[in-house]
């Protein structure tokens, strides 16, 4: 079994930042991807950023320029570092992974952290 686990969420003034972590744990072989999603009350669950394992970070539009995705692929660890935060930006953020385990390769997902912007 697979377990991924966010922390860092919470209440932020507009323009604020905030940073985001989540580690994966469990009978990991090697961790592909990891990457941060988030869903609004009302819309779709996006991608906000994501990292291939020695690959180059991907952003989303909305996002690009305020947000850094950075990974710590020995301690199987994804962060999210967000700044110049917005009212838009409210959202649960879910940590995702691409995973190899004894089970082949699988996606998991985090719970989910509450990212709140507002003044």
């Known amino acids: 079994q697979v377990l991924l686990v966010e922390s860092g969420g919470g209440l932020e003034q507009p323009g604020g930042s905030l940073r985001l972590s989540c580690v994966a744990s469990g009978s990991i072989f090697s961790i592909k991807a990891m990457g941060w999603y988030r869903q609004a009350p009302g819309k779709q669950r996006e991608l906000v950023a994501s990292?291939?394992?020695?690959?180059?970070?991907h952003y989303a539009e909305s996002v690009k320029g305020r947000f850094t995705i950075s990974r710590d692929n020995a301690k199987n660890t994804v962060s999210l570092q967000m700044n110049s935060l917005k009212p838009e930006d409210t959202a649960v953020y879910h940590c995702?992974?691409?995973?190899?385990?004894?089970?082949?390769?699988?996606?998991?997902w985090g719970q989910g952290t509450q990212v709140t912007v507002s003044s």
């Open positions: 990292i291939v394992t020695g690959g180059s970070p």
């Open positions: 995702n992974a691409d995973v190899f385990s004894f089970r082949g390769r699988n996606d998991y």
